[in-house]
């Protein structure tokens, strides 16, 4: 399940996407528009400025600004630093990998087999969706509306 942490990360990025011919945001503008709580969504802004995803700007006219275009934005960029691994268990994850205590075998492992195969499509269509085709898909979906 996506966390509200990256849905609200995601939801940010693209705002600022859609704004990124404007000036910076600021926090309370794109809280209120995205209906994201303001203390959290600092903490998610930080977080994607510190991995160099976001400018930031402080006094008048300061706020928030991309920092890559949104064709260069991947979510599976994002939810890793929102979230941590992509894999649904750590025996199956390629950047977080931990051995499930109570596997006696991995190599023979049916569970782990599966959750490699859900690892590698989920991270296949993560990689190739950037900041950008949400954009996009959402003027597609308004139009179909």
């Known amino acids: 399940m996506l966390s509200k942490k990256t849905k609200y990360a995601i939801k940010a990025l693209v705002v600022l996407g859609k704004n990124a011919d404007k000036p910076p945001m600021q926090i309370s503008r794109i809280a209120e528009e995205e209906r994201i709580p303001k203390k959290f969504l600092e903490q998610i802004l930080l977080d994607l400025r510190n991995a160099g995803f976001l400018y930031s700007k402080k006094g008048a006219g300061g706020g928030y600004s ?6 260069d934005i991947f979510l599976v960029q994002i939810m890793r630093i929102t979230d941590g691994p992509i ?8 950047n977080f990998y931990h051995k499930c205590d109570e596997c006696h075998q991995e190599t023979t492992c049916g569970i782990r087999d599966v959750f490699i195969e859900v690892r590698d499509a989920t991270v296949k269509i993560l990689s190739e969706t950037s900041i950008a085709d949400v954009i996009s898909r959402e003027g597609t979906l308004l139009l179909n509306v």
């Open 66 to 71: 991309l920092n890559k275009d949104p064709k």
């Open 87 to 94: 894999a649904m268990v750590p025996c199956a994850s390629l």
